[in-house]
């Protein structure tokens, strides 16, 4: 099979269980039983992992050249988890297994995005149309989920993961084989100021999806939208950033990195606030969705293509794994604790106007990245 095919068959299988994850996860432990803060602390685990995890991982797979291997081992860390949870009771041992787990199976995707660069040689727009595969398995599930739970119960969630998740695994064996790279005995250490400011915006724009991800989906079920309607507005979203990969070869032709990242991150701040403020409004969420093409989209386009050129050919692995670690990992557990706490003090307007002020602080940060000629 060709490459790019095993690279899009991965990113597929992964997406579609992260979008079980993202959209329907939190109504899952809702019947449960935990409260919204619970449920925010859960959340927030995977992300509180990806702080120290992906990056030690990153490190290894660069000394080693075992890329391939580490990410089956992620994969199947996710199949045991997802096999344990219907078992699970308790807020305690729910929360143990997620946390296990995270340290493990969030070395994946990182080492995979270092994968997919590495075999497209320097040709960056090449990534969009590998990884907009990963847009259509998530936009299909999610689209798939809301049908689902409109006649099923909530509790067979953990069952459809542990589907994808077995994909997933099977996905892994074919990725292609890394190799091992040493640092020059000259080599400058690989954190650059770009690469420090990079990385800082990266966190705020992940702080920013933090009442997204985690109150979503409870946000409309307070406005009484459909649990269809709900996974069409799952979709949209999707749907708007698979447009920006299919395109993003002309993108990277006619626009800078930092003005993709200046820009989408400027979106960000008009998308959540539409959100927060005007969420009974059907045709505000539609255009709220549809901007999820720049406040994900190219933004995480342009940030993966960013670190190839910030951090020097022998931290390729540690630089895609520093930035799933403090952009995904650190911005992402502060995104879901801020969105809880906020939600939990004054309902969804604070927790999403929260998330509009992390992504100025995004564009803020971005900024210089223009200045340094990125």
Known sequence: MPVSFRLAAFYFAS????ALMVAYF???????GLTPAEIAWVLALPQLARVVAPAAWGAIADRSGAQRAIVTVACAANVACYALLPATSGIAAIAWLVALTSLVSTAALPLVEAITLKTLAGQAGRYGPIRLWGSIGFMGAVLAGGAWLDAHDVRFVPYALLVFA???????????????????????GPLTRSGAALLASALCMAV??????????????????????????WMLGVLAEVGVF???????RRYALSTLLIVSAACGVVRFLAIGWMGEWLLVLLAAQVLHAATFG???????AAVQRTFPP???????????????GAGGALGVLAAGWAWQAAG????????????LMGLFFAYPLKRAGL
């Not at 939190?26 to 449960?32: D, E, G, K, S, V």
């Not at 022998?314 to 995904?328: D, E, I, P, T, W």
């Open 348 to 359: 969804p307007p604070l927790a999403f106007s929260v998330s509009a002020g992390a992504a």
């Open 26 to 32: 939190p109504p899952y432990l809702a019947a449960r």
């Open 166 to 188: 077995l994909a997933t695994l099977g996905a892994s064996f074919a990725l292609p084989a890394g190799s091992a790279h040493a640092a020059p005995p000259a080599a400058r």
């Open 246 to 252: 299919l395109y993003l070869p002309a993108l990277f």
């Open 314 to 328: 022998h931290a390729h692995a540690l630089g895609q794994s520093l930035f799933s670690s403090v952009g995904y």
């Open 208 to 233: 920013a999806h933090g009442t997204l991800y985690a109150f979503f989906t409870l946000h409309l079920q307070r406005l009484g939208y459909s649990a269809s309607l709900i996974g069409f507005l």
């Open 298 to 304: 190219s933004y995480h386009a342009a940030a993966v």
């Open 15 to 18: 997406f579609a269980g992260v």
